[in-house]
């Protein structure tokens, strides 16, 4: 077996020096402040959902690690980033990368999670990374939010909660006045598939709620009000001086037709829209709004299930206009 492993490798590896990209392609790593930073309680920095979830159900992970220390990236900031230019030097200039993708913690700059009192400690730790990024040649691309939300939030609903939106755009503005005079490539939010649909409905991620059909599209309105908002404040405030750009990143998932059936296509259809178009829809397509499919097919099936009316939020005229367009770049995982 690792006979057949390396021998794939080499022959992908010699298949790979026959490609090239274009001048304008643009290589990266990316971290998320959860994995990385670890000081969870250091510096004024307040308790997140992960946090909380691994302290107080130390079952739910298999092996009850948690983000207490993790690649311990606080302690050590300028250190790690000489790692990315120094240790691996060989390695990022074969490679070309050029960008550093890393989130900042909602916590670590608002404690609270609201915008009465803002955590200079933390501030100055990402200013730092910022600075030392810049000055090897490292472009910052920052993701505000991968997951991470303040406990004290959640204890007020979490995501499916609209007033969140208000408390995220604070939290923007926030980053924007501090960090946008040297950032200029924006995510608001990396995979909300996952912070929806893994944690308001299911409950394999952290807040872990299991409050399937109806938490998940409701965590997806706010989300996707709270992107639309963070856009409009960069454009009405920010864009003319700072001179960035604001992006959306989807966890990107697909499907194919088993057969050329009509009933095979429309199955796999359904699903890309149901995943991706969930919230690529209102931000991407000409029309806006969540897709036609989800919002017919709830709709039918909530008035089945005895509800006064349907399980997805309904976007005004205005917030589908708000939300349409609003995005720079689409940003995809695999």
Known sequence: MRTTILLVC????????QLSFDDNFRFGVATASYQVEGA????????????????????????QSTGDIACDTYHKTAQDVQLLVDLDVQLLVDLGVDFYRFSI????????????????????????????LLANGITPM?????WDLPQPLQEIGGWPNPILVDYFVDYADALFS??????????????????????YSSGDLAPAYTQDGIG?????????????RTYELYNNNYRETQQGRIGFTMHGIWALAASDADEDVQAAENYVQFYFGWFAHPIYSSEGDFPAVMKERIAQLS????????????FTDEEVELLRGSADFLGQTS
């Open 10 to 17: 080499l022959a992908y590896f010699s298949k790979a020096q």
């Open 40 to 63: 969870w309680n250091e510096d004024g920095k307040g308790e997140n959902i992960w946090d909380h979830l691994t302290h107080t159900q130390s079952d739910y992970i298999d092996d």
């Open 105 to 132: 913690s909602w916590s670590r700059i608002f404690p609270s999670g609201h915008a009465n009192y803002i955590n200079q400690a933390g501030v100055d730790y990402y200013n730092g990374l910022i600075n030392e």
């Open 142 to 146: 920052v993701t505000m939010y991968h």
């Open 178 to 199: 501090n960090f946008g005079d040297r950032v200029t490539e924006w995510i608001t939010f990396n995979e909300p598939h996952q912070v929806c649909g893994n944690g």
């Open 216 to 228: 998940g599209y409701w965590c997806s309105y706010t989300l996707l009000m709270a992107h639309a």
């Open 303 to 314: 008035e089945e299930e005895g509800f006064a009316r349907s399980r997805l939020p309904t």
